[in-house]
C-alpha cells in the first residue's frame, strides 16, 4: 500500500523568501502525485498535480512541484512566498486505477512579515 | 454555485448516541468519500463510494458507516460514537477516481464526542 511523509511538520519563512515542502512517498507500483492546500478554517483545494509526463508541473499562484522518481519525492517550492500563502499543505498519492487517496500528514507554512 | 455541503458544521454529543453527518454534492460526481482529520496524521480516509449502492472501506473504516442511495447524498454514521471519534470530518467528491480527477472538499464538520 502506499504511504507519503512529509518531514517537515511546521515551516515558518519570512514574506518573500522561497520554501521548499518536502514530500516523499512510498508505493510499489505508479502512482498519481497531488498537492492541496488548506487556508485556516476551510477544506482543501487542489494546488497542482502530476499524472504523466513532463516531471515539473506549475499552479497558478506561482508553487511548482517536480516529480523525482529514482527519489520517491514529490518536493513543493515557490521562488518568493506571500503573507496569503500562509496556510496547511498535503501531499497526498494514489495509486494508478486506485481509487482510494492516501493523505501526507501535512506541513504548515507560516509566512511571517 | 458547484459545491459540497456538510451539515452539521459543528456537533458536540455523548458517547454512543447515534449521529449522522450529511453531505450533498451538486455537481453530478460519481465519486465521494469521508475523511477525518486529525493533528499530526493529516486526512485519512474513512469510506469511499463509486457510485451508487457502490461503498468500500478506506483506511480507517471502524466505528463507521455510509450509504449511497443517490448519486448526491453520502451520509456519514457513527452507531455508537466514542471519544476517540472526536476529529474534524471532511466529505469529498469528484467526478471520477481521485487519481484522475481534482477532488472537491466540503467546510468540515467537528465532532467532539464527551
Known amino acids: 500500500a502506499q504511504s507519503v511523509t512529509q518531514l517537515d511538520s511546521q515551516v515558518p519563512v519570512f514574506e518573500e523568501a522561497p520554501v521548499e515542502l518536502r514530500c516523499n512517498y512510498s508505493s510499489s507500483v505508479s502512482v498519481y502525485l497531488f498537492w492541496y492546500v488548506q487556508y485556516p478554517n476551510q477544506g482543501l483545494q487542489l494546488l497542482l498535480k502530476y499524472l504523466s509526463g513532463s516531471t515539473l508541473v506549475e499552479s497558478i499562484n506561482g508553487f511548482e512541484a517536480e516529480f523525482n522518481k529514482s527519489q520517491t519525492s514529490f518536493h513543493l517550492r515557490k521562488p518568493s512566498v506571500h503573507i496569503s500563502d500562509t496556510a496547511e499543505y498535503f501531499c497526498?498519492?494514489?495509486?494508478?486505477?486506485?481509487?482510494?487517496?492516501?493523505f501526507g500528514p501535512g506541513t504548515r507554512l507560516s509566512v511571517l512579515p | 454555485e458547484a459545491q459540497v455541503t456538510q451539515n452539521p458544521r459543528y456537533l458536540i454529543t455523548v458517547t454512543g448516541k447515534k449521529l449522522t453527518v450529511t453531505c450533498s454534492q451538486n455537481m453530478n460526481h460519481e465519486y465521494m468519500s469521508w475523511y477525518r482529520q486529525d493533528p499530526g496524521l493529516g486526512l485519512r480516509q474513512i469510506y469511499y463510494?463509486?457510485?451508487?449502492?457502490?461503498?468500500d472501506k478506506g483506511d480507517v473504516p471502524e466505528g463507521y458507516k455510509v450509504s449511497r442511495k443517490e448519486k448526491r447524498n453520502f451520509p456519514l454514521i457513527l452507531e455508537s460514537p466514542s471519544p476517540n471519534q472526536t476529529s474534524l470530518y471532511f466529505c469529498a467528491s469528484s467526478l471520477d477516481r481521485p487519481s484522475y480527477n481534482e477532488q472537491f472538499f466540503g467546510p468540515g464538520t467537528r465532532l467532539t464526542v464527551l
Open positions: 463510494s463509486m457510485n451508487v449502492e457502490v461503498t
Open positions: 497526498a498519492v494514489s495509486e494508478g486505477y486506485g481509487q482510494n487517496f492516501v
